[in-house]
């Protein structure tokens, strides 16, 4: 039994979807506006579409889980799903039919342990996998690649312009304090910053200061904190971010 629905919302890359050959019986989302081009362009992919009027990431975002109930939802740009529990030069590629059995099988277990927000690891890195503790229970859970469980009280802001992950997490941890993290898998992005269309258009300096401050004054200074940089990691922007939460 299908657990939720995986959807890609998708904004003006009807040529550059990636991801419905990293996961199978994936679905397209996407403004009614673009329906042909997408359609056009990737033969044999479900496509459904929203309303114009629905602009934002966040807005997509809480247009897909009214929607759809159960949903996880994936970006466009997904090369592939990895195993990061892995030993030196040991394949680490997860097929698409294993990818959405996976989701199908993580989303069962959150909604088996009680909880509404699901997702994996955003840090790819085996060095830094814990074996003894591979599912988390708290904290963040990245934009990329996560899922919302029906009968959850969440939701996204349309206040929140870049940062619905942030947003997300923090409202989770609020409303239901409980979430389920698979840390031995992971979603690989390619592209990110530089892909024209998606959220690419309303990524800047500006969003991200606007962002920080609606998250601060919503969740406290506390819970989102200024990330510092270091010889090790150097800021990409003065408004990146750190989630803290106290359990």
């Not at 304090?177 to 698979?182: N, V």
Request: net charge neutral; proline share 6%.
């Amino acid at each position: 039994m299908e657990s939720c629905k995986i959807v890609i919302p998708s904004h003006k890359r009807a040529t550059r979807v990636r991801t419905t050959a990293v996961v199978e019986n994936t679905i397209i989302c996407v403004p009614d506006a673009q329906a042909d081009d997408y359609q056009r362009n990737n033969p044999g992919c479900e496509i459904v579409t929203h309303p114009d009027s629905v602009i934002g990431l966040a807005r997509k975002r809480d247009w897909i889980i009214k929607h759809f109930g159960s949903v996880f939802m994936l970006d466009d740009d997904i090369a592939s799903m990895q195993r990061v529990y892995t030993e030196p030069g040991e394949k680490s590629q997860v097929d698409p039919a294993t990818a959405y059995a996976l989701i199908q099988a993580t989303a069962d277990a959150c909604r088996q342990a009680g909880a509404f927000l699901f997702s994996f690891s955003h840090v790819p890195a085996p060095v830094l996998y814990n074996p003894m503790g591979p599912i988390d229970l708290a904290g963040y859970h990245t934009g990329c690649a996560h899922g919302v469980l029906s009968g959850s009280k969440l939701w996204y802001s349309p206040e929140i312009r870049v940062n619905e992950d942030y947003w997300i997490s923090c409202l989770n941890a609020y409303e239901h304090r409980l979430s389920w993290k698979d840390t031995r898998f992971y979603f690989a992005q390619k592209d990110t910053f530089v892909n024209p269309g998606g959220l690419s258009e309303f990524r800047n300096v500006e969003a991200e200061e606007a962002d920080f401050k609606l998250l601060q004054r919503v969740f406290g200074s506390d819970i989102i904190t200024l990330k510092k940089s270091s010889a090790k990691s150097k800021l990409k922007h003065p408004f990146q971010k750190t989630l803290k939460l106290p359990f």
